[in-house]
């Protein structure tokens, strides 16, 4: 009967914080499977298969951060991260490990299934976007792999390489938080003690050429302290 449902993995020890989010996602028509350790969350993780790992970073068993590690050994199953605030180190590995996003204790309804279904989109799109060629497409922000060319709404943005380069590798990853330190290996190699400020640099003027005004979110937002994350809708 319930065989359209997407399956949803939680892992997290506090019983409080399980059944509200079962409730939540149950209500909201997904089929929940729950895991206290994180020994039993990678169990149940190859025995059931499921769509999406919704995963407590602090568990009595084993790092959270472990789970991700095997997991990702054989699964890009999306990943999405709780995490406390005295663990906000942790989250931003979680994510370099492979985590697709997070949500901060303590969460709301809405956040959470918000969070949840983006992530279940990401899957969808990193399947889709392995045809060749492709266009990207968001809003009315245009981007051409093959011409290496930007537009929005029509007329041309003229961007530098570095630029054009930070704004493709986001638009790779739509709807997944990427660190800084994953942008910043991925376009530069490597990382020293001006790259944050001068990705921060090259975001500014991204977000100033593709016509939005500080604190204008409407592509790319900004995870503060974390990386940022660009829309897929
Ligand atoms: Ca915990």
Redesign the pocket.
């Known amino acids: 009967m319930s065989n359209n449902k997407y399956k949803i993995l939680v892992v ?3 019983p409080n914080i399980t059944s509200f989010i079962q409730a939540v996602l149950e209500a909201n028509d997904f089929q929940v499977l729950t895991a206290p350790l994180c020994r039993q969350g990678v169990l149940m993780f190859s025995s059931h298969n499921p769509d999406l790992v919704v995963l ?1 970073l ?2 009595p068993d084993m790092d959270g951060l472990d789970f991700i590690r095997q997991v990702r050994q054989t699964s890009m199953v999306p990943i999405l991260v709780l995490s406390a605030r005295t663990e906000e180190s942790d989250k931003v590995t979680a994510l370099d490990l492979g985590a697709n996003d997070y949500v901060t204790k303590p969460f709301g309804t809405a956040e959470l299934i918000a969070r949840v279904r983006a992530a279940l989109r990401v899957t969808r799109h990193s399947l889709q976007a392995a045809a060749p060629g492709s266009i990207f497409m968001v809003d009315n922000l245009v981007i051409d792999y093959d011409r290496r060319q930007v537009a929005v709404g029509g007329k041309l943005v003229h961007l530098t390489q570095t630029e054009y380069n930070i704004l493709a590798l986001l638009s790779q990853h739509t709807g997944k938080v990427m660190t800084y330190s994953a942008i910043i290996r991925a376009i530069w190699g490597s990382m020293d003690d001006g790259s944050i400020k001068k990705l921060q640099v090259n975001m500014a003027n991204i977000r100033k050429k593709l016509g939005c005004r500080p604190g204008d979110n409407r592509y790319v937002t900004n995870e503060l302290g974390v990386g940022y994350r660009m829309l897929d809708e």
Request: no cysteine.
């Open positions: 997290e020890d506090d407590d602090g568990l």
